[in-house]
């Protein structure tokens, strides 16, 4: 079993910036990926940026290149995603994600946080 521990997000005037935080505790699963996704209203739940814990390779999604960044902390396995120059289109619900396979792929990914609210006015 892998928790994950979510922080960060909340109301943002657009071209503001947030930085998530997802810490990872139990079952190890190095080998794979961490991330975040998100959920807008009336959309399907996509793949924002994710890591490979091993390799360090990342993917993004074409929306958020130049503007978001995911990194990680090996010590404290914790992925972060900073987030500038947001835009209203951004707000939706975050996920952070654990034990993907493939970086970009929703369905590979095994275990999820709750997710927390990011909204971004106009």
């Known amino acids: 079993q892998v928790q994950l521990v979510e922080s960060g997000g909340g109301l943002v005037q657009a071209g503001g910036s947030l930085r998530l935080s997802c810490a990872a505790s139990g079952r190890t699963a190095s080998n794979y990926a961490m991330g975040w996704f998100r959920q807008a209203p009336g959309k399907e739940r996509e793949a924002v940026a994710t890591?490979?814990?091993?390799?360090?390779?990342?993917y993004y999604a074409d929306s958020v290149k130049g503007r978001f960044t995911i990194s990680r902390s090996n010590a404290k396995n914790t992925v972060y995603l900073q987030m500038n120059s947001l835009k209203p289109e951004d707000t939706a619900v975050y996920y952070c994600?654990?034990?993907?396979?493939?970086?970009?792929?929703?369905?590979?990914?095994?275990?999820w946080g709750q997710g927390t609210q990011v909204t971004v006015s106009s």
């Open positions: 994600a654990a034990g993907g396979r493939r970086l970009g792929v929703v369905g590979d990914y095994d275990y």
């Open positions: 890591i490979s814990w091993s390799s360090g390779s990342t």
